[in-house]
């Protein structure tokens, strides 16, 4: 099992930075990718940055909405990944939840921490 704890969440306004932190606990030696995922009311969960160890090299991808703003890294000694956001918009208003791929197709989620970019 492994869980998921977000913070770095808030307001904000148009123009302005915020960093997300999620920290991995358990059976964290399974996890080989990490992302950061968003959603609104009345919309599907979007995948907004995801970083892999499947080819050794952390390789990210980004939603097209947010390439060149937000960058995403991970920190495997503290077990944690990371989510700089930059020149915010309001329609990057959303709850923002990390994610986690682990062995045998498990998947884990956080509890969501709240963005609210005003304009």
């Known amino acids: 099992q492994v869980q998921l704890v977000e913070s770095g969440g808030g307001s904000v306004q148009q123009g302005g930075s915020l960093r997300l932190s999620c920290a991995a606990f358990?059976?964290?030696?399974?996890?080989?990718?990490m992302g950061w995922y968003r959603q609104v009311p009345g919309k599907q969960r979007e995948l907004v940055a995801g970083i892999s160890d499947l080819t050794g090299d952390g390789r990210t991808n980004y939603a097209d909405s947010v390439k060149g703003r937000f960058t995403i890294s991970r920190d495997k000694v503290k077990n944690s990944v990371y989510l700089q956001m930059n020149s915010l918009q309001p329609e990057d208003t959303a709850v923002y939840y990390c994610h986690a791929l682990a062995g045998l197709g498990s998947d884990y989620w956080g509890q969501g921490t709240q963005v609210t970019v005003s304009s």
């Open positions: 358990g059976s964290i030696y399974s996890i080989y990718a």
